[in-house]
């Protein structure tokens, strides 16, 4: 991988002889066929906002890619590392618009990896089968598949009784397998800060006293110990790895008096008062019920009314995401997470006035000229030595501007059982491993 600061240049090389599970060869052009793909916006794909920067995109051989960008962005390598090759040859006759709801998906995918697909049962398990030909050698075990519940619960008794080796548990879960010789806890942050979003296209949050007011209301620290065992650190702007977090934030520390007299500047009680305000979830586990509970006990203490929905997360989607003119009252206020790490870059789209839908998922049309002139120019900062500097004046236009009412980022949660053995998962971002290699693992 070669990268040219002044010409924005990238050239990547795929391996030699590499090949699809179909025996197709790998090439640049497969490459090239995905950057182009996931920057399509027509595609849905969610790194559309985030490869805007790309100006083009060549394969001159069948070992080289050139990717030219637009102007300098430092995160531009975080980002392509996360996109996944897809094969040209069995998606290019595709329109892009189709690509998300194809069969292909479901029924003859082919990857690169140590497993190959099998078969996928409806919503019950897909089955993937050992790769004899994988370029790392064959994997120990012959089958892995990978099952689906409709509760933490049910997944949790199917580890068990022995049905599954490994799954996410919810905090609670995670501390009785730590007594249990059985299995092994694997824990890590999330790098997910969850938040209250507030919709700026609603008067009622235009107000930056509102916003503090939130904030005071929520004790985060009683929440982080009662429903999260303490499992969870407070966020106090979109980040919490150390280097990114300047001192002297405002801590928002619970004051609810504060929050009162707040409320009573802006005239609360005359704007909206006791009004019911939608606060609007994709989360559905107990924990997150628990959650929203809580805020809700804690806002209507200082005179907000809020009242939780939940939805699963495509019609959460449907709604925030609407063409057109959304009803801005199907969610006035919204209890998200976005992940801030180890790339910070990865909320520029869920902040910055130039990613409101369709161009990115600025879902409550935040339009903070601070804050996205900050993002600009952290983006944009090609200095490495500087770089951590430019994220923390980010971190402190949230802190004070509060587009959202940052609240924490929680640890996540595996359990594994002990009859497994070379079994790697390091918890990353938004879910998933940072490293798997699935080809060593094995069991008993």
């Avoid at 990547?12 to 182009?36: A, L, Y």
């Avoid at 068990?160 to 824990?187: C, H, L, M």
């Avoid at 804690?298 to 005179?303: A, C, K, R, T, Y």
Wanted: net charge negative; glycine share 8%.
């Amino acid at each position: 991988l070669v990268a040219g600061r002044e010409t924005h240049l990238i050239t990547e090389c795929p391996r030699p002889k590499e090949s699809w599970h179909d025996g197709k060869p790998f090439t640049s052009k497969d490459v090239k066929f995905t950057i182009d793909l996931a920057k399509n916006k027509a595609s849905g794909s969610l790194f559309a906002a985030r490869l805007g920067d790309i100006a083009s995109v060549e394969a001159p051989d069948d070992s080289t890619v050139i990717v030219k960008l637009s102007k300098p962005n430092a995160s531009f390598l975080s980002i392509l590392s996360q996109v996944l090759i897809l094969p040209e040859h069995a998606l290019a006759g595709m329109p892009p618009e189709s690509l998300a709801t194809s069969t292909w998906w479901s029924t003859n995918p082919v990857g690169t990896g140590p497993f190959k697909f099998k078969k996928y049962v409806t919503d019950q398990y897909v089955e993937l089968a050992a790769d004899d030909d994988y370029r790392g050698g064959k994997p120990k075990v012959d089958v892995l598949i990978n099952r689906y519940f409709e509760s933490p619960a049910a997944a949790v008794a199917a580890l068990r009784a022995g049905e599954i080796q490994f799954t996410y548990v919810e905090p609670d879960d995670a501390a009785s397998f730590k007594t249990d010789s059985n299995f092994k806890v694997i824990e890590g942050g999330s790098y997910v800060v969850n938040y209250i979003g507030l919709n700026q296209q609603v008067d009622l949050f235009k107000d930056l006293k509102v916003r503090q007011a939130i904030m005071y209301a929520i004790d985060r620290n009683a929440i982080i110990e009662s429903l999260y065992g303490g499992a969870a650190k407070p966020a106090n702007c979109g980040f919490v790895a150390p280097q990114l977090v300047p001192e002297g934030l405002e801590t928002y520390a619970y004051d609810p008096a504060k929050a009162k007299s707040l409320l009573a500047e802006v005239g609360w009680d005359k704007i909206n008062g006791d009004k019911p305000i939608t606060l609007l979830t994709y989360y559905g586990s107990p924990q997150a019920a628990n959650v929203m509970a809580a805020i809700q006990s804690m806002l209507s203490q200082v005179g907000i009314n809020v009242v939780p929905r939940v939805v699963d997360t495509p019609t959460y989607n449907g709604i925030v995401y609407k063409g057109g003119t959304p009803d801005w009252n199907a969610f006035p206020m919204v209890y998200a997470g976005l992940q801030n790490g180890p790339n910070p870059a990865g909320i520029n789209p869920g902040l910055n006035k130039s990613q409101i839908p369709p161009a990115g998922f600025n879902t409550m049309r935040i339009k903070f000229d601070d804050l996205s002139a900050a993002l600009d120019k952290a983006l944009g900062e090609t200095d490495a030595s500087k770089l951590d500097a430019a994220w923390q004046d980010v971190c402190k236009v949230m802190n004070k501007d509060l587009p959202w009412a940052t609240l924490w980022e929680a640890n996540r949660y595996g359990v594994a059982s002990n009859k497994l053995k070379d079994f790697v998962w390091t918890p990353a971002p938004a879910g998933g491993p940072y490293a798997a290699h699935p080809e060593a693992w094995d069991i008993q």
